[in-house]
Structure formats: C-alpha cells, structure tokens
C-alpha cells in the first residue's frame, strides 16, 4: 500500500469523533417528500408526471434532454400534490415534485434484481446507470454514465474511487465503506468494466485505518484493485489532488481526468452503481451525516431524496439553542442555507448546524503580503491577484490569472491572517467570468 500526495492544501481540525464510529440508521420517512428537478450537472429534468397522479417508489418522475443529464425517481409511492419552485440545498430555487406519502411502500413494477449481472457489456452498464439516475454523490452531482462513456482518443487506464472525505464533520463515506465494503468494491468491478480498464484504486485518507482495513479485505484477491492510504491533508478529496496523489499525474488547466487516462468516482457512487445493476433500484436514498454543536443528537442517515432537513434534525433531538447558520455540505466547501425547509438531494453528504455564539465580528483587515494563501492553494494560483482583480472588476484578466481554475476549496481563506474573504471574491471572478463567455457564445 503506496502513500502520496499533492502539493498546498492545508491541515485542518476534523470534528469528526462524535460521528464516525456512529453506525448509519434509517431516517424517518415523511408525510411529503419535495423532489427537486435539477440535482445534476448538466440539463435540469422536466416533469413526466401530473399533479393528482399516483406513482411508485423508483418511478421515474424527471427526465432531461441531451446527454449530459440524469433522470430523477420517486423516493416513495404516494400522490403527487404539487409541482412547485422551492428552496435547493445549492442555494438556487429550482421546479420540485412534491409526493405524499401514502406509506404503501410499492415498488415500481420493473425494479427487480437481475439474474448475471456480471455477464452486461459495457454498453449495458452505463445504460443502466443513467436510467437509475446516478450522479457523482461526494457533492459534485455530474451525471456518473456520462464519465463512464467512451471519449474518441481517449482511453482510461485507472479507475479511482474517492473515499478520502477530508470535510470537516462529514462521516458518511466513512460509514459507507465500514458498512457497505463489498457494495463499494463491486461497484467499482462494474465502473472499471464500463470504461474498460484493468485497475482501480481506493483512495482513503490515513484518519480512517478501520476503513483501510475494511476496504483492504474486502478487495483482498480481486485482480487490479488496490487501497492506497494517502496523508491527511484537506482538500486531498478534490478530483485533481486525488488523481495526482493516487497516480502521480497532473490533470492539465481546464482539462478533465480522463486527458491523463483516470476516471474518479465517489464510494457512495459506487454503491448506488452495484445497487442499480444488481437490484435494478435507481438512485432514490442516500447515506448523510447530520453534525454540529447545534444539533442535540448527530447522526449518520440513510436517508431519502427529497426528505427536509428540518425532518432529520427532529429526529436528531432538535436544535441545542439559538442557530447561527445551516451548511449543506461541509464547512469548506458547503453552503450556508437560510431555512431548515430545504431536501436533500444526490449529492447531499451532510448537513452541519452551528449554535450561535458570543465573538467579535471579524473584519477585513490590509493583505500583509505573507503569500500563505499562494502556499495553501493546490491548484497554484495566486488568491490575492485574483482578489486584487475581482475588487477592480478586471474580469479579463482574471481569467488570464486563472480564475476559472479555482475549485472552490477554501484553503486560502483558511490560513488568511487578514480575514480577507478571498474565496467570495474569486467566486464572484467566476461568476463574472462564466457569464460574459456565455453571453458571447450566444451572440
């Protein structure tokens, strides 16, 4: 077992002892489930079905146009009551489908286990993968049959599952691989056979030797499956540091993992992929971790598409007092929401409450030219330029510095002795950016 990694980053507290030796439990079902459309990359999904209509569980509900896309199923059988705009943990407000629950527990009538699953080409798998509506689940939500797809010119020589989970207070992929090894592992034998290639590695953090060892049995004896135990180092999870950590090659400035032969996926991911091509089920549930000194009971959660964060925190025990704010997501890489009346979508790893609490508003203070954040950057890029630009609304020349190139990790803001808020800046850079490419592509 090999141990690598990149280069910045930085070393952050975990907070993770009160949830990761918790084992997963199923969340309550609600009385409603509100599906969002859109929880993918790509083209969002237009309702197949109407208000008033009945439907099962795993029934297709959503689908979209183009390939870059993935359907979305019903996470319970019940009536739909609604078609409506609401609240999406991404911080957006997109069209949901609001089901109630008629507790009945059907299942859409071709969902049934597979007889030789392991006998499906290639072609079969990736089929089946974007029928079950599965999305990249560490919270980047791309359409997973998509990055299984052949590329002319390009051939993927590793398969690497992301089981790092460097977040702070995130456990669920923890869970996932002390819980569901063998799925994660089968998963990844039907990964590697969609996009043809012999080897596949799991990357796992050393924070986490129980699932090391786990992982390591449970892909004991498979030909060209290997666990790699990588140094604790956030964002060691982010697909470029992972590849380069786990394979030694750089993906190139806006290329993707597969110009230098890698495909990554997540070890949720890969459980949802084994589920869908064994059991015929679609991606209607997730594992969620639900943290924070806010929150009186922390939990990790097998929980449904479309289930209120407000339903998992009563069933956590409820807030321990006045909240400070909400995160869906990590505190990284997450984002702050304003209601608790927000569902949980594909990529939904967690949910992290923080009590309120008596401090000192921080203040942006004059950058004292440490070049901390130039250290801490994985993708070596110079934060304080690119703030220095955004503030000057120079967004062409941001983008000559890279702007685009930022994954949003937050390691520079991290270490900023100053309390520059750099990573609002280079989002705004992007943003920016983005939209004046978009609109001359459009002219």
Same mark, same amino acid.
Request: hydrophobic fraction near 35%; aromatic fraction near 6%.
């Given at each position: 077992?090999?141990?690598?990694?990149?280069?910045?980053?930085?070393?952050?507290?975990?907070?993770?002892?009160?949830?990761?030796?918790?084992?997963?439990?199923?969340?309550?079902?609600?009385?409603?489930?509100?599906?969002?459309?859109?929880?993918?990359?790509?083209?969002?999904?237009?309702?197949?079905?109407?208000?008033?209509?009945?439907?099962?569980?795993?029934?297709?509900?959503?689908?979209?146009?183009?390939?870059?896309?993935?359907?979305?199923?019903?996470?319970?059988?019940?009536?739909?009551?609604?078609?409506?705009?609401?609240?999406?943990?991404?911080?957006?407000?997109?069209?949901?489908?609001?089901?109630?629950?008629?507790?009945?527990?059907?299942?859409?009538?071709?969902?049934?286990?597979?007889?030789?699953?392991?006998?499906?080409?290639?072609?079969?798998?990736?089929?089946?993968?974007?029928?079950?509506?599965? #999305?990249?689940? $560490? %919270?980047?939500?791309?359409?997973?049959? /998509?990055?299984? =797809?052949? @590329?002319?010119?390009?051939? &993927?020589?590793?398969?690497?599952?992301?089981?790092?989970?460097?977040?702070?207070?995130?456990?669920?992929?923890?869970?996932?691989?002390?819980?569901?090894?063998?799925?994660?592992?089968?998963?990844?034998?039907?990964?590697?056979?969609?996009?043809?290639?012999?080897?596949?590695?799991?990357?796992?953090?050393?924070?986490?030797?129980?699932?090391?060892?786990?992982?390591?049995?449970?892909?004991?004896?498979?030909?060209?499956?290997?666990?790699?135990?990588?140094?604790?180092?956030?964002?060691?999870?982010?697909?470029?540091?992972?590849?380069?950590?786990?394979?030694?090659?750089? #993906?190139?400035? $806006? %290329?993707?993992?597969?110009?230098?032969? /890698?495909?990554? =996926?997540? @070890?949720?991911?890969?459980? &949802?992929?084994?589920?869908?091509?064994?059991?015929?089920?679609?991606?209607?549930?997730?594992?969620?971790?639900?943290?924070?000194?806010?929150?009186?009971?922390?939990?990790?959660?097998?929980?449904?598409?479309?289930?209120?964060?407000?339903?998992?925190?009563?069933?956590?025990?409820?807030?321990?007092?006045?909240?400070?704010?909400?995160?869906?997501?990590?505190?990284?890489?997450?984002?702050?929401?304003?209601?608790?009346?927000?569902?949980?979508?594909?990529?939904?790893?967690?949910?992290?409450?923080?009590?309120?609490?008596?401090?000192?508003?921080?203040?942006?203070?004059?950058?004292?030219?440490?070049?901390?954040?130039?250290?801490?950057?994985?993708?070596?890029?110079?934060?304080?330029?690119?703030?220095?630009?955004?503030?000057?609304?120079?967004?062409?020349?941001?983008?000559?510095?890279?702007?685009?190139?930022?994954?949003?990790?937050?390691?520079?803001?991290?270490?900023?002795?100053?309390?520059?808020?750099?990573?609002?800046?280079?989002?705004?850079?992007?943003?920016?950016?983005?939209?004046?490419?978009?609109?001359?592509?459009?002219?």
């Amino acid at each position: 077992m090999k141990k690598g990694t990149f280069k910045g980053g930085v070393h952050l507290p975990g907070y993770k002892d009160v949830t990761q030796g918790l084992e997963i439990v199923t969340a309550v079902i609600p009385d409603k489930v509100y599906i969002p459309l859109s929880q993918h990359i790509g083209a969002p999904c237009s309702p197949i079905v109407q208000v008033g209509e009945e439907v099962k569980k795993g029934q297709k509900i959503g689908e979209g146009k183009g390939f870059v896309t993935a359907p979305v199923h019903a996470s319970v059988s019940g009536k739909v009551v609604a078609i409506e705009t609401r609240e999406h943990p991404g911080g957006s407000f997109v069209p949901c489908i609001v089901i109630e629950n008629d507790r009945r527990e059907e299942w859409e009538e071709t969902i049934k286990p597979r007889s030789n699953p392991r006998d499906l080409s290639p072609e079969e798998i990736r089929k089946i993968v974007f029928e079950a509506g599965i #999305v990249g689940m $560490g %919270g980047a939500t791309f359409p997973a049959h /998509v990055k299984y =797809s052949p @590329v002319e010119g390009k051939k &993927a020589e590793v398969v690497v599952l992301n089981g790092v989970e460097c977040e702070p207070y995130i456990t669920s992929d923890h869970r996932v691989m002390l819980e569901k090894a063998e799925r994660v592992v089968a998963g990844l034998q039907y990964i590697m056979k969609a996009v043809d290639c012999g080897k596949g590695v799991i990357g796992i953090e050393d924070n986490k030797p129980d699932a090391i060892e786990v992982m390591e049995k449970a892909a004991s004896g498979i030909p060209g499956i290997e666990v790699m135990s990588l140094p604790e180092k956030y964002p060691q999870g982010s697909e470029k540091q992972l590849i380069y950590s786990c394979t030694g090659r750089e #993906v190139p400035v $806006g %290329g993707l993992p597969l110009a230098v032969g /890698v495909v990554v =996926s997540n @070890v949720g991911t890969s459980v &949802a992929v084994a589920e869908a091509i064994e059991e015929g089920k679609p991606l209607i549930e997730r594992i969620l971790t639900l943290n924070g000194d806010g929150v009186k009971s922390p939990a990790n959660y097998l929980v449904r598409v479309g289930t209120l964060f407000s339903d998992l925190i009563e069933q956590s025990g409820g807030y321990t007092g006045e909240i400070e704010k909400i995160v869906a997501g990590g505190p990284m890489m997450g984002k702050t929401v304003y209601t608790d009346s927000v569902p949980v979508i594909k990529g939904s790893s967690g949910i992290v409450v923080y009590k309120k609490k008596e401090q000192e508003v921080s203040k942006e203070r004059d950058c004292v030219r440490c070049a901390k954040c130039v250290d801490g950057c994985p993708q070596f890029l110079e934060p304080t330029t690119l703030v220095k630009l955004a503030k000057r609304q120079q967004w062409e020349e941001a983008e000559k510095n890279y702007a685009l190139n930022c994954i949003e990790c937050g390691s520079c803001e991290y270490v900023c002795p100053a309390g520059i808020p750099l990573l609002q800046y280079i989002r705004r850079a992007k943003q920016e950016i983005t939209a004046i490419n978009r609109a001359k592509a459009n002219k």
